[in-house]
T-cell receptor, first 112, second 114 residues
Framework: DAKTTQPNSMESNEEEPVHLPCNHS???????IHWYRQLPSQGPEYVIH???SNVNNRMASLAIAEDRKSSTLILHRATLRDAAVYYC?????????????FGTGTRLQVTL | DTAVSQTPKYLVTQMGNDKSIKCEQN?????MYWYKQDSKKFLKIMFS???????INETVPNRFSPKSPDKAHLNLHINSLELGDSAVYFC?????????????FGEGSRLTVL
């Protein structure tokens, strides 16, 4: 899996939107962009994924740059329960056995 | 109902012992994984099984032996435990060799080797 770069940490106020950036300049045409998060003392949890178009689900939105070299995970209204480490991962979906290679992620702190 | 369950949740043991961690998923998935998260919080894949067959082995020491009796279970047996084996071990599952589906993770098993 190709490499991603994320800020080590970010802070947000509760009830405000949060934009978590991810750079992936070496992305290939078959790589999907996946986001997972890990809450304290829990296993990673799937958030969202996309290929080229922006994606929305009940948890978040994913905005993908036109050249696909970067993406942004958007939490529309952060809550204290969103405090976690967020991982941006590129995953090759060409039909072979696939694995998620986690980087260091972004630790999101949410304050009142 | 817990989708991916691991037992035990905590395990404290002495160096040199042999221990096992069990994982079961009730999602009907055919692919399961073991990940290791060390003290620096890096998550690294160890193994993956698809329909009871090993498909990913990330050069893990052969003291670690995964076993998949059926596609709903993937157990991890560790021989001759070392201090460096202390970590949180996560089991995960997905469908279709993980090509398109999301991974579902268990809550982790914290292993402490004294």
């Amino acid at each position: 899996d190709a490499k991603t770069t994320q800020p080590n940490s970010m802070e947000s106020n509760e009830e405000e939107p949060v934009h978590l950036p991810c750079n992936h300049s070496t992305i290939s045409g078959t790589d999907y962009i996946h986001w997972y998060r890990q809450l304290p003392s829990q296993g990673p949890e799937y958030v969202i994924h996309g290929l080229t178009s922006n994606v929305n689900n009940r948890m978040a939105s994913l905005a993908i740059a036109e050249d696909r070299k970067s993406s942004t995970l958007i939490l529309h209204r952060a809550t204290l329960r969103d405090a976690a480490v967020y991982y941006c991962i590129l995953r090759d979906n060409t039909g072979t056995a696939s694995k998620l290679t986690f980087g260091t992620g972004t630790r999101l702190q949410v304050t009142l | 109902d817990t989708a991916v369950s691991q037992t035990p949740k905590y395990l404290v043991t002495q160096m040199g012992n042999d221990k096992s961690i069990k994982c079961e998923q009730n999602l009907g998935h055919d692919t399961m994984y073991w990940y290791k998260q060390d003290s620096k919080k890096f998550l690294k894949i160890m193994f993956s099984y698809n329909n009871k067959e090993l498909i990913i082995n990330e050069t893990v020491p052969n003291r670690f032996s995964p076993k998949s009796p059926d596609k709903a279970h993937l157990n991890l047996h560790i021989n001759s435990l070392e201090l460096g084996d202390s970590a949180v071990y996560f089991c995960a599952s997905t469908s279709g060799q993980g090509v398109s589906g999301e991974l579902f993770f268990g809550e982790g098993s914290r292993l402490t080797v004294l």
